[in-house]
């Protein structure tokens, strides 16, 4: 079956822009999760969302950053007014939940320039 | 917070070496833990996880055994081959919260 899609896989924009990340979960899966990988950081939660709940949005390093999901599938994160150090690869998973596997997707390169 | 330390390398081993990437953990509670692989080019995927303490995850010939006496997942395997070369991230999950938290990576390359 289909694994997690993300879209853009590479996105180069301008400091001070507004971008868009989508990422398609695994069918099914409840539990959707955002992450950024960077050089200096390493791998970093952002934000979940599990079913109808409230997201745990405690990762989201300012409020330039914010994620929706839409019917319970298919999820956005939106990051305003760019800045350099945005510049990472930003990872999306999906679980059925709990401790179970998080299966994540190929990933979006963010460049700000 | 919780927290994980990995050994960050980057390792070079000779084909059929063994291998042993150190994992210690610091978290309240009882957390679950993973080894996660990303190999060159792929997204990341899950190597191998462990539950509960004295548990060991096995997976491709890596086996690691969740240590609660010492708060270790140590990574290790008899004889890495070239298509190993990867980076090992550990990480953990503890109950209730459901985001991973990751080491800093160990990158690993094996040479023929």
């Known amino acids: 079956g289909a694994g997690v899609s993300q879209s853009p896989s590479n996105k180069v924009t301008e400091k001070g822009k507004d971008v868009e990340l989508r990422c398609d979960p695994i069918?099914?899966?409840?539990?959707l999760y955002w992450y950024r990988q960077s050089l200096g950081q390493g791998l970093e939660f952002l934000i979940y969302?599990?079913?109808?709940?409230?997201?745990?949005k405690s990762g989201l390093p300012s409020d330039r950053f914010s994620a929706e999901r839409t019917g319970g599938s298919v999820s956005t994160l939106t990051i305003q007014r760019t800045q350099q150090e945005d510049s990472a690869v930003y990872l999306c998973?999906?679980?059925?939940?709990?401790?179970?596997?998080?299966?994540f997707g190929p990933g979006t390169r963010l460049t700000v320039t | 917070g919780d927290s994980v330390t990995q050994m960050e390398g980057p390792v070079t081993l000779s084909e059929e070496a063994f291998l042993t990437i150190n994992c210690t953990y610091t978290?309240?509670?009882?957390?679950?833990l993973f080894w996660y692989v990303q190999y060159p080019g792929e997204g990341l995927q899950l190597l191998l996880k462990a539950t509960k303490a004295d548990d060991k995850g096995s997976n491709k010939g890596f086996e690691a055994t969740y240590r609660k006496e010492t708060t270790s997942f140590h990574l290790e395997k008899g004889s890495v081959q070239v298509s190993d070369s990867a980076v090992y991230f550990c990480?953990?999950?503890?109950?209730?919260?459901?985001?991973?938290?990751f080491g800093k990576g160990m990158k690993l390359t094996v040479n023929p």
């Open positions: 969302f599990q079913g109808n709940s409230a997201p745990d």
């Open positions: 069918s099914g899966h409840t539990a």
């Open positions: 978290a309240t509670g009882y957390p679950s």
């Open positions: 998973a999906s679980s059925f939940g709990g401790v179970r596997e998080q299966y």
């Open positions: 990480a953990l999950v503890k109950g209730g919260s459901e985001k991973l938290v």
